[in-house]
């Protein structure tokens, strides 16, 4: 949990003393993103962080918070990054390739024996795949099952998931790989999805987004299809940060003006500025810029300043 030992600038705030206690305030527009959110485990994190007011180990908040795991402590992590209240990693971690154990065909058998839960979800993978599933495919399952820890009715949960996606994205009868199964498989252990209510809660949560996918896409003059993934990653983002369809539009035109065509990287460098104002309605960026506007108008060297920082501003949103 790297990211944790350095706090955006801005993020975080600071105490007030009053009867010699210590009183946290919280930033407005972090408690509004976390009430949207609705994630305990992220809001939990976000005081944890505020009570520290440091940069603090793994450790130290598995002492404050010890209900937590391990796990559940980086999922909460990743939620607070895609609000913006945390800076993302610079590097990413490991493909789900590089960590997971390999089953041999012994492996498998020992499970198919031993696991009354394992054996019964191969026939129900198979008829979601549409396939007899190969020693590969095994191997996969297996992985889910025995080293991520995955419930069987989970595991049923995700391939459902995965086949309904790959539908939506490719049309009637197209099936999603074993290889998209287990990297999705490994999301929701990252996200701590290890019963039925809260993968079903997350599916929910998901649906929810899918639908409101096709607004922001019209938002931005795109096509009328499902968006791929990279652009379903972007659109989640500016939903969980509290951006409407109508203030991506606003972000999409100015984008457009000043890039000539659709960049995904400045529209979202647009908007991530904007975020940490505090303005996520049209009414309010408008608002917003019109009282920043007015000291830059009363004198043409304060304007340039102004203008250099607006650029330098960007282009630091642009390089994440």
């Known amino acids: 949990m790297g990211s944790t030992e350095k706090r955006e600038a801005g993020a975080m705030s600071g105490y007030i003393l009053r009867g010699g206690q210590e009183n946290i305030t919280l930033p407005a527009a972090a ?7 609705g994630e305990g485990d992220a809001a939990l994190l976000y005081l944890a962080l505020q009570r520290f007011g440091r940069g603090v180990t793994p450790e130290e908040l598995e002492k404050v918070l010890p209900t937590m795991s391990r796990l559940r402590l980086d999922a909460a992590e990743r939620v607070l990054q895609e ?21 041999s065909a012994e492996d498998i ?26 020693t590969a495919d095994l191997q996969i399952l297996a992985g889910l099952y025995d080293d991520l820890g ?33 990297k999705e498989g490994y999301h929701w252990a990252q996200l ?3 019963d039925q209510d809260s993968a079903a809660a997350y599916l929910r949560t998901w649906s929810r987004r899918r639908q409101k996918m096709g607004a922001y896409m019209k938002a931005m003059q795109l096509p009328d299809r499902p968006p791929v993934e990279a652009e379903s990653r972007y659109i989640t983002d500016w939903m969980d940060m509290g951006f409407p369809p109508e203030t991506v ?7 457009v003006f000043y890039k000539k065509d659709m960049n995904w990287r400045y529209l979202n460098g647009i908007l991530r500025r904007w975020h940490e104002n505090g303005w996520h309605t049209p009414q ?19 304007g340039q300043q102004g203008g250099a920082e607006q650029n330098a501003w960007m282009r630091r949103y642009i390089k994440r």
């Not at 408690?31 to 959110?37: A, D, M, P, T």
């Not at 993978?125 to 190969?134: F, H, T």
């Not at 309904?164 to 009637?172: C, I, K």
């Open 31 to 37: 408690v509004e993103s976390l009430l949207r959110r």
């Open 83 to 103: 609000l913006g209240l945390l800076p993302r990693p610079q590097t990413p971690g490991p493909e789900p390739a590089a960590e997971k154990p390999v089953y």
């Open 109 to 134: 058998t020992a499970l198919l024996t031993d696991n009354e839960g394992f054996r019964l979800l191969i026939p129900q993978a198979e008829q979601q795949l549409g396939k007899k599933l190969r």
């Open 150 to 182: 995955l419930p069987a009715d989970v595991i049923y949960l995700l391939l459902c998931h995965c086949v309904d996606r790959a539908r939506a994205q490719w049309g009637e009868g197209r099936r999603p790989t074993m290889r998209q199964v287990e």
């Open 192 to 194: 701590g999805l290890f």
């Open 249 to 255: 539009a606003m972000a999409y035109e100015r984008t």
């Open 284 to 302: 309010q960026v408008e608002k917003g810029e019109e009282r920043k506007s007015a000291p830059a108008q009363s004198g043409g060297q304060s």
